[in-house]
């Protein structure tokens, strides 16, 4: 069973930076390629996708809002995809949730950031961006 945990959330100030990490467990040992991607659940607001990334390739995809504060990437942790936000503002408040699915296609490109697309869900982390 795959398993999703999220870490890195917290309060920050606007302009801040943080890194948010997602690390899976229970891949099945033939899915080498996964789609992975963070989702934002705002308050009052929809769940959105902010960020994915498909590990075979390494090809990111990027909501409009984020682009170019956001990065989505693999560190040398094995099972792990970071988010790194720089320049935070107060729209990025909300609770951040790792999303994967497993055993995609090589030619599925690129992650799409659509929840219906995802199996496996973490927890989520909150983060707070104040002025």
């Known amino acids: 069973q795959v398993q999703l945990v999220e870490s890195g959330g917290g309060s920050v100030q606007v302009g801040g930076s943080l890194k948010l990490s997602c690390v899976a467990s229970?891949?099945?040992?033939?899915?080498?390629?996964?789609?992975v991607a963070w989702f934002r659940q705002a308050p009052g607001k929809e769940l959105a996708g902010v960020a994915s990334l498909v590990t075979w390739t390494g090809r990111t995809n990027y909501a409009d809002g984020v682009k170019g504060r956001f990065t989505i990437y693999e560190p040398n942790a094995r099972n792990t995809v970071d988010l790194q936000i720089h320049t935070l503002l107060p729209e990025d408040t909300g609770t951040y949730y790792c999303a994967a699915k497993s055993g995609v296609s090589v030619t599925d490109d690129p992650a799409p950031l659509t929840q219906d697309e995802y199996p496996h869900w973490g927890q989520g982390t909150q983060v707070t961006v104040s002025s």
């Open positions: 229970g891949y099945p040992s033939d899915s080498s390629n996964k789609h």
